[in-house]
């Protein structure tokens, strides 16, 4: 595949600060018309990332291209991009028009072309009756979707956005979520997203890099990343766990610290080997009574807590031989009921279940891997 092909690629990209590390990324390759998404806590590079690429700093070494091109010395102005913050940006004294022209003006457009272009943004975001009303007189959705027509309207080759809905209240994220995905697929543009939630990640992005301590340790579709993460880090990050501490008995059994033994995928860890097992609430099952079947892992436990969160309610149960497990159950007229104190039986899938030896970053599970792998082969 051809540079041309990727709107954005980095090569041994590294930034130093005072002689520490702080970034280190040998290769990521962003398609053309995707959308990408750095996901990490604080300090895990992924604004240093988009800061090098908007270039407002210069990496310590290595090639950041653009559309073809090698900008890692070049300007900021000089490139061809759109960039989107948290705090909007907007000039609070210049209407929504005005906002939007500025960098038309900057680039010496002509009036007529400056026009039709403003006009084309503002219907893109549902803005055209506020064109004429001050930026500092609209709500903080509608002045968001004034900073996104600003950068898109001279048709940059990359947009960069970093935690553009951060300051929005949840019912507006969500609202504009849907809009920036519509608009992506309208349009058609490259987009690279930098965010800590991983809700808003999942639910945006062609792909996910989920990044920690400057590097990128997981890159992939959403569904990819959640189903086989290639470590503890990258599972916990992304959703929910009920983790428990094991060691490991054979190729496809773990021993808890309970004393328990339970079947697990196999692992080509080594016996005696101390791991930690994961398993998603959304996939721990719930009965009031026994089922008969035997094919999945099951135990018996106790309710002892129960959280409503509308569209499905959360189950603690401290489950015999196993210890304390959530179980996430989604609203339905046949769904589980339970309350404190209520008896239950607790099963899950086996292929629900992922083994990460401890102290090392890897996936125990050699085909979990290996699909993970496969999914990013046929993503490139």
Not at 346 to 365: I, S
Request: with cysteine.
């Amino acid at each position: 595949m051809s540079k041309r092909e990727f709107s954005l690629s980095m090569r041994d990209v590294t930034k130093d600060y005072d002689g520490t590390r702080v970034l280190d990324v040998p290769e990521l390759d962003v398609k053309q018309g995707e959308f990408l998404s750095l996901l990490g806590p604080s300090g895990s590079g992924k604004t240093t990332s988009l800061r090098l690429v908007a270039g407002f700093e210069a990496p310590s070494a290595g090639q950041i291209v653009i559309d073809g091109q090698d900008v890692a010395q070049v300007r900021a102005e000089k490139r061809n991009i759109g960039l989107v913050f948290q705090n909007y940006a907007l000039f609070p004294h210049m209407t929504v028009a005005e906002n939007i022209a500025f960098p038309l003006q900057m680039r010496s457009q002509s009036p007529s072309d400056i026009e039709r272009r403003v006009a084309e943004a503002l219907d893109l975001v549902d803005l055209a009756p506020y064109r004429d009303r001050n930026a500092a007189q609209l709500s903080g959705g509608q002045q968001q979707r004034v900073a996104i027509a600003r950068a898109i309207v001279y048709e940059p080759a990359l947009l960069l956005m970093d935690e553009p809905l951060g300051a929005l209240d949840r019912r507006l994220r969500s609202r504009l979520q849907n809009e920036l995905r519509a608009l992506h697929r309208k349009l058609g543009i490259t987009i690279v997203y930098v965010t800590h939630d991983q809700d808003e990640a999942m639910s945006l992005s062609d792909r996910v890099a989920i990044m920690n301590h400057g590097k990128i340790v997981q890159l992939g579709r959403p569904d990819a990343l959640y189903d086989s993460p290639a470590s503890l880090f990258v599972s916990n990050f992304l959703g929910d766990n009920n983790t428990l501490s094991a060691r490991i008995a054979g190729a496809d059994r773990a021993e808890l610290a309970e004393g328990t033994v339970i079947p697990i995928p196999r692992v080509r860890t080594a016996v005696g080997a101390a791991a930690d097992l994961t398993i998603r609430p959304e996939r721990v099952r719930l009965a009031a009574e026994s089922t008969g079947e035997t094919t999945k892992p099951r135990f018996e436990g106790v309710v002892v807590d129960v959280v409503s969160l509308g569209a499905a309610t959360q189950y603690c149960v401290q489950v015999d031989g196993v210890g304390a497990l959530w179980a996430s159950v989604q609203n339905s007229a046949h769904a589980f009921r339970g309350a404190v104190g209520d008896r239950v039986e607790v099963g899950w899938e086996l292929d629900d279940v992922h083994v990460f030896p401890r102290n090392t970053d890897m996936l125990a599970d050699s085909s979990a891997l290996e699909d993970t792998a496969k999914l990013a082969t046929a993503d490139a």
